[in-house]
Structures are given as structure tokens and as C-alpha cells.
């Protein structure tokens, strides 16, 4: 049990959890779980961390067949420039580690911003909180329970 499953339950969402065996020499988090789980790679979505003007984390979800624009990420957010984040400062904020970071039950609550493409899903499939571990939600409940700002965050 994972403290975004544990979020899940408490927001009493209807989720479900999919899991896989993760091949610890794959670095391709997200498109290794819609392969492995035989999902259209539009409807993965992965969990990316940015550092906004130097100082500020925020989260960033995006389709894992997808990369995150950094320039419109800064732009949705209201800031001047956006950076990925390190790795350690993601996994410290997040309390996850990288390749298992879910957008839901995180140490620290960031600023989210999901990408607009949600918009058309009737479900979608985020990190369960570690590798090999995928959660189906309505973009809408991810939505609300993250208090994502949904924006066009693609290249």
C-alpha cells in the first residue's frame, strides 16, 4: 500500500491499481508500463518535476509517448523559466523515487500541472508510487485531488 493508493482510498475515488514486473535496467518508466500492461501510450501519463525561475518545484504530468515543453510549463505556471529538476530534489520533495513518483500522496504538496490531452480520456493511468505500479483514474479525480491546473504542456 502506497501513499498514493492510501490517498486514493481516503478521497474515496473509484481507481485500480495494475501492476507488472519492472526490469531494473529499463530507465523508460512510463513506456515500459504501457507496454508491459498493453496500454495506448496516450493514456500513460508520467510524473516529471521542474524547478521554475531556480527556486520553485512543481509537478508536471504528461503522456509518456510525449515531451514536456518547458517553455509552456513556465508559461502556465506565471514564471520566466522552467528546468527539469534534479533527481535527488525530486525524490526528497516527492518522498518516491524516480521512475515511481506519483502525482497523488506526495511528501510535500507542489503546484501540478497536467497536460490538456487528459481532457479527452475517460481514463488515465499514472505512477502508483513505485515502479511496476500503475493507478486508472478519471483525469477529472486527478485533477481535483491534485488542484491541477490543466494547460497545453507539449512539444
Known sequence: MTPAIKALERAKVNFSVLSYEHDARSAAY???????????????????LANLD??????????????????????????????MADPADAERATGYIVGGISPLGQ?????????????????????GGRRGLEICLAPEDLVVLTRATVAPLLR
Do not use: N, W, Y
Open 54 to 83: 531556480g527556486h520553485r518545484l512543481v509537478v508536471a504530468i504528461v503522456p509518456v509517448s510525449a515531451k514536456l515543453d518547458l517553455k509552456a510549463l513556465a508559461r502556465a505556471a506565471g514564471a520566466r523559466k522552467a528546468s
Open 107 to 127: 511528501k510535500k504538496r507542489l503546484a501540478t500541472f497536467i497536460d490538456d490531452s487528459c481532457q479527452r480520456l475517460s481514463q488515465m493511468h499514472v505512477s
Open 30 to 48: 512510463g513506456e515500459e508500463a504501457a507496454e508491459q500492461l498493453g496500454l495506448d501510450a496516450e493514456s500513460v501519463f508520467k510524473t516529471l
